[in-house]
């Protein structure tokens, strides 16, 4: 379970990332009371999660693992596209923020 704690994290930052990165522009809607206090919450956790899934991808490429070739092709497929959904979610999160900004 040890040699899978990297990978498992970095999977579980980027979901969570997205899911932030998603759902931030509804979270204006949640309180007309706070205006868009729930929306830079979504904003800055989105950027974050985002933060952290990088830092862990570069962390991944360099700690060297003894891995089977199955769980090398599990890895690489996770770090690609952990690495390609986090860099659409930053220009999304970016994107909205300029938009609605």
């Known amino acids: 379970m040890k040699r899978y704690r990297l990978t498992l ?3 579980l930052t980027t979901a969570l990332a997205c899911y932030f990165g998603y ?3 509804m979270m204006a809607y949640w309180s ?3 205006g868009m206090f729930w929306y830079w ?3 800055v956790l989105s950027y974050l999660c985002s933060a952290a ?7 991944d490429v360099k700690t060297e693992r003894d891995l089977t070739v199955l769980e090398r092709i ?3 497929w996770v770090m ?3 690495f390609f959904a986090v860099i659409l979610n930053i220009l999304w999160t970016t994107f909205i923020i300029a938009w609605m900004g």
Do not use: T, Y
Not at 53 to 59: D, S
């Open 9 to 11: 994290l970095l999977g």
């Open 23 to 25: 759902s931030f522009q």
């Open 32 to 34: 007309a009371e706070h």
């Open 41 to 43: 919450i979504g904003a």
């Open 53 to 59: 899934a990088l830092i862990l991808f570069f962390i």
């Open 74 to 76: 599990i890895d690489g």
């Open 80 to 82: 690609a596209v952990g």
